[in-house]
């Protein structure tokens, strides 16, 4: 457990389209390093991703979301472990990026004694 050896610290990044848990992470675990496109001050503002609201959106707005998107995608894709709820586009995206590695593909949030497998194998 990380918690237990003190000279492991992780790195962590964190694809949301809430940025404001990074700062909640950062103060329940402040010794680990967490990693997120929420640092760039274009995206530090967002609080959660609605259709509704991208209508509305500008050509600056509409490029950093993608920017953001893309960046969190290929970080994800290759991070060594993928922990994530299996309910959102982001996590299937990651998904079908990692063939090689769906041992180190974990989610979270799914129905209690339901296996990742279950759920990815119908996709």
Do not use: M
């Not at 790195?11 to 700062?23: E, G, H, L, R």
């Not at 675990?29 to 509704?52: I, L």
């Amino acid at each position: 457990s990380y918690r237990n050896s003190p000279q492991v610290l992780p790195k962590i990044f964190v694809a949301t389209d809430d940025c404001s848990v990074i700062q909640e992470f950062r103060e329940l675990e402040p010794t680990w390093t967490f990693v997120s496109e929420c640092d760039d001050e274009r995206h530090s503002v967002d609080s959660g991703f609605s259709y509704q609201d991208a209508k509305d959106w500008g050509k600056e707005k509409r490029e950093s979301h993608f920017d953001k998107f893309f960046v969190e995608i290929y970080a994800l894709a290759t991070a060594k472990v993928f922990i994530g709820v299996p309910y959102t586009n982001v996590a299937w995206w990651v998904f079908f990026l990692r063939p090689g590695f769906r041992h180190s593909f974990i989610l979270l949030d799914k129905q209690e004694g339901t296996a990742d497998s279950d759920i990815y194998d119908n996709w």
